[in-house]
């Protein structure tokens, strides 16, 4: 009897999924122009689209009304920064010393510094390097600096050390102050719908791009059959480990490697000879999927870096990624609708193996790469 329950709740959920499918495909919901350009996951990308509203001088003409509204955000987070939106420059990547500010908004006197994180890791001393920046240019309480994610999360200890910053979010604070904007750009068209799309992105970023009264429905059909509910949701993870091990499976099979899983979140495969810890990795960084060799001292983050392998990867050696590594895709734990092209076998295909496949291609091809991945850790 609990099967068949589970199996009518399950097609009552799927029916609901169905109908909010519908009226995506019949307004064009779906369309979105960041998503085609493949904004996702690249901060400078996001911090272009940002400072273009927040800039006083910016081609949507409303001058700096959606300036004064995220000042006026940011205060509601308790800033004791009283910032004057008038003569105002916003730019991005703007260099410094040792290092780059993502955004700076200045005026001749205070600044509002943005550190933006998409999925990307924190960099050494990051925040202490940016706060040791701002003190020697600003006077005290003269200005702020903000740690944006998608999430909220807090910076990591080596980044930010004991410098003060604000918290913000994509999920709740940035969409918030968007949709404020949108209240302002009715008059303005072009502006409008640009700002619908990217709100839209971003819940599509944040998982929340499910109507909500489509979701309420949802709810309630989980709400009325709790047993049902709870045991689903005690089997999810268990459902999800199957998927994915088989996928690593059927692959590690496709080019004769060796595999290992580590529960969920990642996993790595690698040939006979090579020291255990050591492989080409698919992992979890930041809520993202990033791809990355890794000999045996980087994989407890020991490794010397070498050099960035441009042919592969776009982000600096570390410790852990000894040469660099790529985001190449939301990761399955906050992004479930990955869960559906990992059992179809469309996740399998247009990453893990294209990725692994270029991966053991450069291998072939530049044989002090490999003997440095099998090297043996003695540390």
Known sequence: MRIKSIEKLLAVVLSIKKKNDAVLDATGGRFNIFQTLGVNHYENKHSLILAALLNPGGTHGLKDEFLNLFVKMIAQKNSSLDFDCSNVTVITEHVITDGRLDIIIKNPEQAIIIENKIYARDQSEQL?????????????????????TLWGNEA??????????????????????????????????????TLVQYINHLKQLTNQDME???????????????????????????????????????????????????????????????????????????KQLYFAFKNQAAS??????????????????????????????????????????????????????????????????NVNVENNIKEPFNG
């Open 300 to 365: 407890v983050g020991k490794a010397e870096p070498q050099y960035l392998i441009k042919e592969l990867f776009d982000i600096d050696p570390i410790p852990f990624d000894q040469y660099g590594y790529k985001l190449i895709a939301p990761h399955w734990n906050f992004d479930n609708e990955i869960l559906i092209d990992i059992s179809n076998g469309k996740f399998e295909k247009e990453i893990v193996i294209k990725y692994l496949d270029l991966a053991l291609r450069y291998l072939e091809k």
């Open 128 to 148: 202490i390097r940016y706060n040791n920046y701002a003190e020697q240019k600003y006077d005290i309480g003269k200005y702020i600096i903000l740690y944006l």
């Open 212 to 286: 909500s009264k489509n979701s309420e429905e949802i709810v309630k059909a989980l709400a009325d059959n709790v047993e049902s509910s709870i045991i689903v949701y005690q089997n999810f993870n268990n459902m999800k480990s199957m998927l994915i091990e088989e996928m690593v499976k059927r692959v590690s099979e496709k080019f004769d490697l060796n595999y290992s899983l580590k529960n969920e979140n990642s996993f790595h495969f690698y040939k006979n000879d090579w020291p255990t810890g050591a492989g080409i990795y698919f992992a979890e960084n930041n």
């Open 156 to 193: 990591s200890k080596q980044s930010s050390g004991a410098t003060e910053y604000i918290c913000l979010s994509y999920e709740n604070d940035i969409i918030e102050w968007l949709e404020e904007c949108l209240k302002i750009s009715l008059r303005h068209p072009t502006v409008r719908e």
